[in-house]
């Protein structure tokens, strides 16, 4: 008899101990019985026989766990606070059938990149360091520079993954590496049909996906041969995910190019300030065209102004094309009554719902819960009902009464719902079908528009104030990523809604600036000096997760090393019917904030560490 540690996917449990009548594989993907339910998991390591009664292991699969899979998840869990098995899950396992592979020589004819001197630069900085950061301006040119690299890789017999931050980013660049290494291209993203994901599994597969391109679940596939990992938008915050575990992709890519001992490039025009401090980067800068941006600073709430509404029909009597930011998709952010102050929530969530007025709908954008708009006050039954918060659904209608032909697209996930409809919209804008743009973050989202020469960013400052110590790196970054649009080929001119004029100038054309003074600003209190964690607590029983938070704080302030910044309920007291508090930990060194984690675990904590969202 022989026996098993197995990681059971998906499991919150620690691994289980089965037996089997043979010897077996570890990494090896297996069935397996757990209370009367079939699951699925992995030989993690041969152990001695237990005191108590084993259950036998079921069928083995044809699918297998790397050793640099199995130990990234164990990282994973270590450092993520959640179970071998939650980690392992989000990997795809490799296939045992699959015994020859297609050789990785790429049958195509690269278009032959010119590199300017500076690129040549930056390519031969990335090829000297492990892990490198290349900090370029929009339109400077990274993606030569990534795709130049490369070349390098795959005629060295390896493979390259380039990660973005989401779905958004995908279509041209698919386009531009696809004109560049044809069919060695593959795309992965969770929008693709199960039966696109069976056919770009079946090239990873058998090795004649060269490239694989994706946001941060390509990270996970089983990728043979792999000789590069670029993080394009590193600073983005969709790399981090939010739910259990909740991991970084951007710093997973970083380990595991170490554990594998290939090279990672991370790119951005705006940095993050952790990357910035931690890895060497070379600084690209200018862009491929030599045009201008003209920033002119409105100091205005966030609003449909006059000035805006003439600026934007001067621009499209010029035939040129503009682009329009709000902060939020929904058509206003919260309904309110006049009479009695009352403001519609959530009945599982403590926010404010959104009303969608294309789908005539108040909607929790926590918990997803949707109900139609009250006609009279819940409260007061009082019909003086307005709503609050201007919403992209409202300004798209707002510029259309400008001008009949005046073309306005409405562009964010609630109109762009699937890849197919992102490229629909994205050709027609480039065709110049399109005159105006109104969206949210999407627009920011590393889009090649050629023709824009206005961009208005309104609701900067809500950004600007928010009760985040990163609040001041985020709106200036979405700030120059949205501006960075814009003034591709020719001049353009970019408002900005803002009462803090003076913060902004002092770093539009120098962000290296900003980071150098954040640092200083940060040192000895946030990251990058310090190491943050937040542990969430949560239960139906409001008194239950409470009880559970104060426990915890009790251990936690016996503890060296380890400093409770802060605790209580959350900012958002209540998410899909769940009670929430929290308590924030700082500390030198991550060690110690696993070490106390470990010490107060909890079935109803979960563990956020470096968050970067604190709702």
């Not at 020859?100 to 630069?121: F, H």
């Not at 005629?155 to 980013?169: D, T």
């Not at 609630?414 to 105006?436: G, S």
């Not at 409770?564 to 060690?591: C, M, N, W």
Request: hydrophobic share 35%; proline share 4%; net charge neutral.
């Amino acid at each position: 008899m022989y026996y098993y540690a197995l990681a059971l996917l998906g499991s919150p449990l620690e691994p289980l101990t089965y037996h089997a009548q043979t010897p077996l594989v570890i990494g090896s993907e297996v069935e397996a019985t757990l209370s009367n339910r079939n699951m699925r998991g992995v030989i993690i390591a041969q152990c001695e026989e237990p005191a108590f009664t084993t259950q036998a292991i079921g069928e083995i699969t044809s699918f297998f766990y790397s050793d640099p899979q199995i130990r990234s998840a164990q990282f994973m869990a270590e450092y993520y606070g959640c179970s071998l098995g939650e980690a392992l899950n989000l990997f795809v396992p490799f296939l045992y059938s699959l015994t020859e592979q297609v050789p990785c020589a790429c049958s195509y004819n690269p278009v032959n990149i010119t590199l300017s001197e500076s690129q040549l630069k930056a390519l031969d900085f990335i090829r000297s360091h492990k892990v490198s950061l290349l900090f370029g301006d929009t339109g400077a040119g990274k993606s030569e520079i990534y795709m130049s690299r490369m070349d390098e890789v795959l005629s060295e017999g390896k493979r390259a993954l380039l990660l973005l931050p989401e779905i958004s980013l995908t279509p041209q660049m698919e386009t531009r590496f696809c004109n560049h290494f044809g069919s060695a291209v593959v795309l992965w993203h969770s929008k693709m049909t199960p039966k696109q994901k069976k056919v770009t599994l079946e090239k990873i597969y058998d090795g004649s996906a060269h490239i694989i391109v994706g946001p941060r679940s390509a990270l996970f596939l089983p990728i043979r041969d792999l000789g590069l990992i670029v993080v394009d938008e590193e600073h983005d915050e969709s790399y981090k995910s939010s739910s259990r575990p909740r991991y970084n992709a951007r710093d997973m890519a970083v380990y595991i190019g170490t554990l594998l001992k290939i090279p990672v490039v991370l790119g951005s025009a705006t940095p993050s300030l952790t990357s910035y401090a931690k890895y060497p980067f070379f600084r690209l800068r200018g862009g491929y065209f030599d045009s201008k941006r003209t920033f002119v600073f409105e100091p205005s709430i966030e609003a449909l102004t006059q000035s805006i509404d003439n600026r934007v029909m001067e621009n499209f009597e010029k035939a040129h094309q503009a682009i329009v930011f709000i902060p939020t998709r929904a058509n206003f952010k919260y309904t309110v009554c006049d009479a009695c102050g009352y403001h519609v929530e959530c009945p599982f969530c403590s926010v404010g719902m959104s009303q969608h007025k294309n789908s005539r709908a108040l909607k929790c954008h926590y918990c997803n819960y949707t109900e139609v708009v009250p006609k009279v006050c819940p409260k007061c039954q009082s019909g003086a009902l307005r709503t609050a918060r201007l919403g992209t659904a409202e300004a798209v209608e707002h510029f259309g009464k400008l001008s009949e032909n005046l073309r306005v697209q409405q562009f964010d996930r609630d109109i762009i719902t699937t890849q197919n409809k992102l490229i629909k919209v994205l050709e027609a804008f480039n065709k110049h079908e399109i005159d105006l743009l109104v969206g949210t973050q999407m627009l920011s989202k590393g889009h090649d528009y050629h023709d824009i020469t206005l961009a208005v960013v309104m609701g900067i400052d809500n950004l600007l104030s928010q009760s985040d110590y990163r609040a001041r790196e985020k709106a200036l970054s979405l700030l120059v990523q949205i501006a960075g649009r814009s003034g591709r080929k020719q001049n353009a001119t970019v408002i900005v809604q803002s009462f803090n004029e003076s913060f902004f100038r002092s770093y539009l054309d120098d962000y290296e600036k900003f980071l150098i003074d954040e640092l200083r600003i940060r040192d000895g209190r946030y990251p990058p000096s310090k190491k943050l964690s937040r542990l969430l607590y949560a239960h139906k029983n409001g008194i239950k997760a409470k009880s559970e938070m104060e426990r915890a704080l009790q251990q936690i302030e016996q503890m060296a090393n380890v400093q409770i910044v802060g605790y209580g309920a959350s900012p958002i007291e209540k998410i899909a019917d769940k009670y929430r508090f929290q308590i924030l930990l700082r500390s030198d060194k991550s060690t110690d904030l696993i070490r106390a984690i470990k010490h107060v675990k909890s079935p109803l904590c979960e563990i956020d560490m470096d968050p970067i969202e604190f709702t």
